[in-house]
T-cell receptor
Framework: SAVISQKPSRDICQRGTSLTIQCQVD?????MFWYRQQPGQSLTLIAT?????????ESGFVIDKFPISRPNLTFSTLTVSNMSPEDSSIYLC?????????FGPGTRLTVT | GQSLEQPSEVTAVEGAIVQINCTYQ??????LSWYQQHDGGAPTFLSY????GLEETGRFSSFLSRSDSYGYLLLQELQMKDSASYFC?????????????FGTGTRLLVSP
């Protein structure tokens, strides 16, 4: 199994600013993903973080708004850029190996 | 497109049995997972069905019928701590084996 940690656990940010969320896995995982959960909603996949190359974004999400890095097999960052109140959500990092997905504790972001 | 439908809310009393249904429509399918999420927390994995039939894990069971694109989560001997949101999620869909497409979520309220 894998244990995933995220920093920060929560933050309150002003509109127009950016926040970088870090995700650390305690063991190697094949794939890493970033999900978003808006208040009272389900989870939506933002992108797949690819090691050493550009992330693969899902429909409706773009690199300029959500730049992602994954410099090695156990670490990834997600930046939420030029934030607006609509970006207030929980952002979740997920690590996956064959057959198993491991969720991080999430980062609760509030944009004022 | 892809869609997973669940009832929005289910209520039950302690000690009862409740079934949460999930119908899905995806272009690809590797399996159906279930997750529990308490308010303010991250989703936690409950079960996974890749093949038709019933999987039992303690008080929780999950069922899948691939021909009907349907599954359910069965919770027995309900306890107050079972009050949470429950999400079904298709593994794969048309986006790859390791990715999850989440259902709309069911809020379970357990009363004394």
């Amino acid at each position: 199994s894998a244990v995933i940690s995220q920093k920060p656990s929560r933050d309150i940010c002003q509109r127009g600013t950016s926040l970088t969320i870090q995700c650390q896995v305690d063991s190697q995982v094949t794939m890493m993903f970033w999900y978003r959960q808006q208040p009272g909603q389900s989870l939506t996949l933002i992108a797949t973080a690819n090691q050493g190359s550009e992330a693969t974004y899902e429909s409706g999400f773009v690199i300029d708004k959500f730049p992602i890095s994954r410099p090695n097999l156990t670490f990834s960052t997600l930046t939420v850029s030029n934030m607006s109140p609509e970006d207030s959500s929980i952002y979740l990092c997920v690590g996956a190996t064959s057959g198993e997905q491991y969720f991080g504790p999430g980062t609760r972001l509030t944009v004022t | 497109g892809q869609s997973l439908e669940q009832p929005s809310e289910v209520t039950a009393v302690e000690g009862a049995i409740v079934q949460i249904n999930c119908t899905y429509q995806t272009s690809g399918f590797y399996g159906l997972s279930w997750y529990q999420q308490h308010d303010g927390g991250a989703p936690t994995f409950l079960s996974y069905n890749a093949l038709d039939g019933l999987e039992e894990t303690g008080r929780f069971s999950s069922f899948l019928s691939r021909s009907d694109s349907y599954g359910y989560l069965l919770l027995q001997e309900l306890q107050m701590k079972d009050s949470a949101s429950y999400f079904c999620a298709v593994r794969g869909g048309d986006t790859g084996f390791q990715k999850l497409v989440f259902g709309t979520g069911t809020r379970l309220l357990v009363s004394p």
